[in-house]
T-cell receptor, first 116, second 110 residues
Framework: GAVVSQHPSWVICKSGTSVKIECRSL??????MFWYRQFPKQSLMLMAT?????????EQGVEKDKFLINHASLTLSTLTVTSAHPEDSSFYIC????????????FGPGTRLTVL | QKEVEQNSGPLSVPEGAIASLNCTYS??????FFWYRQYSGKSPELIMS????GDKEDGRFTAQLNKASQYVSLLIRDSQPSDSATYLC??????????FGTGTSLTVIP
């Protein structure tokens, strides 16, 4: 199957700092990448959808200035959590899809962010 | 009305039994349907895709799609304790719009 990687797998940072998470599709070109957040024992929450070379589309209630998404190429998207606060602590998961794979969506392993 | 609805469970079945997971969706123009498995603390893993009415089998898993009833299900035969996880139903509409259900928690009892 298609492989999506995320880096880092976990990160601990101090309140007020920024954290960048990378998402890469390793063996296919992703026309679209998605960013999700999941709190413990809760369902996936879509944060934003990004297409290569264009601005991300954010879901209602997600602050675009706080969660900066860059989709620089067909294999790389980054999510930067700016001025992180303890309430931003969560499991962040990216996924990628491409029309060439019947639009299946493949998930990265996730990044666990803890803000102290 | 939610785009995708699943019974949150928990669903418990004994080892070796058939687990049946159900999902309904609201938009008739939905084109593709997916089942994901998510273990606690891990990200979702795609286990089945189905695009046309009928059944699709892959090992112990069978996905069933009924577009007229807007219903998709997943059967797990010979359930194993390692199948214990949350199962997410996902639906794709035109373009790249995906909608996920909230998941059904399955426990397979040894």
């Amino acid at each position: 199957g298609a492989v999506v990687s995320q880096h880092p797998s976990w990160v601990i940072c101090k309140s007020g700092t920024s954290v960048k998470i990378e998402c890469r599709s390793l063996d296919f070109q992703a026309t679209t990448m998605f960013w999700y957040r999941q709190f413990p024992k809760q369902s996936l929450m879509l944060m934003a959808t990004s297409n290569e070379g264009s601005k991300a589309t954010y879901e209602q209630g997600v602050e675009k200035d706080k969660f900066l998404i860059n989709h620089a190429s067909l294999t790389l998207s980054t999510l930067t959590v700016t001025s992180a606060h303890p309430e931003d602590s969560s499991f962040y998961i990216c996924s990628a899809s491409t029309s060439g794979r019947l639009n299946e969506q493949f998930f990265g392993p996730g990044t666990r962010l803890t803000v102290l | 009305q939610k785009e995708v609805e699943q019974n949150s469970g928990p669903l418990s079945v004994p080892e070796g039994a058939i687990a049946s997971l159900n999902c309904t969706y609201s938009d008739r123009v939905s084109q593709s349907f997916f089942w994901y498995r998510q273990y606690s603390g891990k990200s979702p893993e795609l286990i089945m895709s189905i695009y046309s009415n009928g059944d699709k089998e892959d090992g112990r898993f069978t996905a069933q799609l009924n577009k007229a009833s807007q219903y998709v299900s997943l059967l797990i035969r010979d359930s194993q304790p390692s199948d214990s996880a949350t199962y997410l139903c996902a639906v794709r509409r035109t373009g790249n719009q995906f909608y996920f259900g909230t998941g059904t928690s399955l426990t397979v009892i040894p």
